[in-house]
């Protein structure tokens, strides 16, 4: 468990702020939740209000962060690396429990058959199976190292009409993420392949501004004391305990891959949630 201590030399405000939330994050409800969560815990802050960023790119969004005096974004939330965690204030609690690296495909009906017997990388290479990612996201290098065909876009709106069109197979997702993506418009008619779960140690965390140390020390403290009371783990449950059942994961077939690219730390956080994976998936699942 984190272990902090506010800092006495913080100058803690009582006056209401506003915190730029990125879109992708502020449109996630789980995502939302959970930083509204760690504010609600935190009221010797100040009342807050999150606010919606502009629809930025994931990498712009980053830079705007490491700017230091971005007026566009204050909080994002996306996978870790070692330049993210030395380029930016990170805040080193896996926001969904460590399942943003537990991956089902998006697929498209009629490729569903491609995917019939695929145990290993080998097999997605053999059947020409290409993968869609972000160009920006730690995904795209953690596959391609696998040996894994990667398919890139800036925009992460756009991958879902590359898919569509066939520029790839499958759009690799989040098990965290993929039954609120299927509810968008540009997700109608895709359908989640439903044998393969690709499983690689990727924490995913929240960011500030390398000199944000305020906000920085307001999230921490709220996610320690939900941690601390329960209500984090009421939280994973609420916010992904019905995914986690519906994708029955229990049933997939698990592709391991390796993750060259985090810091120690990271990597230990990271092979814990994998050594995890179905106490996690029995803890999410269980009804009572």
């Not at 990612?133 to 876009?153: E, F, M």
């Not at 120690?264 to 999410?284: G, M, P, Q």
């Amino acid at each position: 468990m984190l272990s902090f201590q506010l800092a006495p030399e913080l100058a803690v405000s009582a006056e209401s702020k506003d915190y730029i939330l990125w879109y992708r994050n502020y449109d996630n409800p789980a995502i939302h939740t959970l930083v509204d969560l760690a504010f609600r815990k935190t009221p010797e802050y100040g009342s807050f209000r999150l606010i919606r960023s502009e629809e930025l790119s994931q990498g712009r969004a980053l830079r705007e962060l490491a700017s230091n005096n971005s007026k566009l974004v204050d909080i994002a939330n996306v996978a870790t690396s070692p330049e993210r965690e030395n380029a930016l204030n990170h805040i080193p609690v896996p926001v969904d429990g460590g399942l943003l690296g537990f991956r089902v495909c998006l697929v498209l009906p009629e490729n569903l058959r491609k995917f019939q017997g695929i145990t290993n990388i080998a097999d997605l290479y053999s059947r020409h199976i290409r993968i869609g990612q972000g160009a920006h996201w730690p995904d795209t290098p953690i596959l391609r190292s696998n040996g894994v065909r990667v398919i890139t876009h800036t925009r992460y709106e756009i991958l879902f009409g590359m898919l569509q069109n066939q520029r790839f197979e499958c759009f690799a997702r989040g098990i965290s993420e993929v039954m609120f993506e299927l509810e968008r418009e540009d997700a109608k008619g895709l359908v989640v392949e439903p044998t393969l779960l690709l499983a690689y140690p990727m924490p995913s965390y929240l960011f500030v501004s390398p000199e944000d140390h305020e906000t920085a020390h307001r999230l921490q403290l709220g996610l320690e004391r939900a941690i601390k009371d329960g209500t984090f783990a009421t939280y994973l449950k609420q916010s992904f305990g019905e995914s986690v059942a519906r994708l029955d994961l229990n049933r997939r077939t698990v592709i391991a891959l390796e993750n060259p690219l985090l810091t120690d730390d990271s990597e230990y956080v990271a092979r814990r949630i994998l050594d995890n994976l179905k106490r996690r998936i029995d803890y999410l699942t269980d009804d009572h």
